[in-house]
T-cell receptor, first 114, second 112 residues
Framework: DTEVTQTPKHLVMGMTNKKSLKCEQH?????MYWYKQKAKKPPELMFV???????INESVPSRFSPECPNSSLLNLHLHALQPEDSALYLC?????????????FGSGTRLTVV | QQQVKQSPQSLIVQKGGISIINCAYE??????FPWYQQFPGKGPALLIA?????SEKKEGRFTISFNKSAKQFSLHIMDSQPGDSATYFC???????????FGGGTRLMVKP
């Protein structure tokens, strides 16, 4: 299995809703990432998990809450989002940190906040 | 601060031609330089990558050229095909491997 699987593929939520994005990989990768991508822009790093511990938070607002239940799963909990948070949310994984490896990206969740 | 600068923003190439995309970086802590291809509605897919101890790497029709002293690297797509039409991102990662930074992207269109 060489894929990163993200669910759901599309999500529409109101500003008062609580929802979660899920990401799963079975490549034995020990680093996992959340990126946010706006239209016609490059992905922007949000969070880095290394060996199931949060190692980097790129000053992301607290309405985004990451969680890593185990080495294969990564969640992003969403609460009280704003319309400007509408974007493609990408999960990625790599063999680990401490040395540079290629990242494998999922297809993303297209989030629309209404 | 944009740490990886990419040009051009868009590129139109005839089928069979060579597509060239350039990137420049500033942070000397970067030690891994991948290129990603992204189709609409999909996540970026790793195309090819290079480390700074090598000046060129070729995989099929894709070649990375790397100039460490100039802090520049480029992607060459030989015999470009309509199926290559996508957005290409250069990127750089630091020697801790946890800060993959993307260039601004190049939208490539290959005309039949």
């Amino acid at each position: 299995d060489t894929e990163v699987t993200q669910t759901p593929k599309h999500l529409v939520m109101g500003m008062t809703n609580k929802k979660s994005l899920k990401c799963e990989q079975h490549m034995g990768h020990r680093a996992m990432y959340w990126y946010k991508q706006k239209a016609k822009k490059p992905p922007e790093l949000m969070f880095v998990y290394s060996y199931e511990k949060l190692s980097i938070n790129e000053s992301v607002p607290s309405r985004f809450s990451p969680e890593c239940p185990n080495s294969s799963l990564l969640n992003l909990h969403l609460h009280a989002l704003q319309p400007e948070d509408s974007a493609l949310y990408l999960c990625a994984s790599s063999q680990g940190t401490g040395r540079s490896y290629g990242y494998t990206f999922g297809s993303g969740t297209r989030l629309t906040v209404v | 601060q944009q740490q990886v600068k990419q040009s051009p923003q868009s590129l139109i190439v005839q089928k069979g031609g060579i597509s060239i995309i350039n990137c420049a970086y500033e942070n000397t802590a970067f030690d891994y330089f991948p290129w990603y291809q992204q189709f609409p509605g999909k996540g970026p897919a790793l195309l090819i990558a290079i480390r700074p101890d090598v000046s060129e790497k070729k995989e099929g029709r894709f070649t990375i050229s790397f100039n460490k002293s100039a802090k520049q690297f480029s992607l060459h797509i030989m015999d470009s095909q309509p199926g290559d039409s996508a957005t290409y991102f250069c990127a750089a990662n630091n020697n801790a491997g946890n800060m993959l930074t993307f260039g601004g992207g190049t939208r490539l269109m290959v005309k039949p």
